[in-house]
């Protein structure tokens, strides 16, 4: 509060604004309930000075919008210092602040509520959706090129010398290699890609993902972890590699690997899975 050429008090209070606009308004309506609690101040003419002329309008205004409740207890205040002081005349003066800084009109214009003469950007949920994902891919590419990233323990597949790895914009001989593999077969080709993705219904899967559920191979000792890597190798299956050395090194381990699947009906899918114990 301003009286006599200096501040005689200053307060404030919570107030849950959305808005400069909304905590303006309530700012005025905070005014008046000081007044009302030091009518000793009042003298028969009262001026409130407001930067703001949407809050001069709105403030008055018991209409229905979005700040009625407040405008509802800045009537019936002014209406209580009209009636119970000696307060005969009330002014809400717009005085404009922030007056020669650069860039303020302009802030002020994109700012109207009315029609603005300059459009400032339209800003969407949109775009912070865009950001937050473009920094996850970035995070995700600087992980993934390092070694230690999980992502990278696909299997290699080799025939005459040659890898074979899926990716995105395979050649179209190499994407009918592992369909080939497959015998144009789709159950085996979801096989074969958890295989070789190492993203398959395992014991292992269930540690990382739903580490209340068993992870123990059901056909091997127990604690056993049932993992891409001991299924491939020391399983109790039919048939399988000596080891993950061994497959890397063999030339034509796309043959070993479909022959372990042909003859291991259930590998690498979820009739393989631990079995929940109820």
């Avoid at 990278?152 to 009918?176: E, F, M």
């Avoid at 972890?225 to 299956?237: A, F, K, M, P, V």
């Amino acid at each position: 509060m301003w009286e006599d050429g200096h501040y005689t008090e200053a307060n404030s209070s919570f107030c849950p604004a959305a808005s400069s606009y909304d905590t303006e308004i309530v700012a005025l309506s905070m005014a008046l309930e000081w007044l009302m609690h030091n009518q000793d101040k009042i003298r028969k003419t009262l001026r409130i000075f407001i930067d703001n002329k949407g809050v001069i309008q709105g403030g008055l205004n018991m209409d229905v919008h979005s700040n009625q409740m407040e405008s509802l207890r800045i009537n019936l205040r002014l209406l209580h210092l009209l009636s119970k002081t000696q307060l005969e005349k009330i002014y809400l003066t717009y005085c404009p602040s922030h007056t020669g800084i650069k860039g303020n009109s302009r802030a002020d214009d994109m700012a109207s509520r009315t029609s603005p003469t300059i459009k400032g950007p339209v800003i969407l949920k949109q775009h912070f959706t865009e950001e937050k994902r473009r920094i996850m891919n970035e995070k995700w590419r600087v992980r993934a090129s390092t070694s230690e990233y999980r992502g990278r323990q696909w299997l290699v597949v080799r025939y005459n010398k040659k890898c074979y790895i899926p990716k995105i914009g395979s050649t179209a001989k190499r994407k009918r290699h592992f369909i080939e593999m497959a015998d144009d077969d789709m159950e085996t080709m979801a096989r074969i890609t958890h295989g070789i993705t190492n993203h398959a219904p395992t014991g292992e899967c269930n540690r990382r993902f739903f580490p209340e559920k068993p992870t123990d191979c059901p056909s091997c000792e127990p604690r056993t972890l049932h993992s891409s890597e001991h299924i491939l190798t020391c399983c109790r299956y039919i048939f399988s590699f000596p080891s993950m050395r061994f497959w890397k090194n063999n030339k034509n381990n796309d043959k070993m690997l479909k022959k372990i699947i042909k003859e291991n009906s259930t590998i690498f899918s979820f009739e393989d899975l631990p079995p929940d114990v109820l």
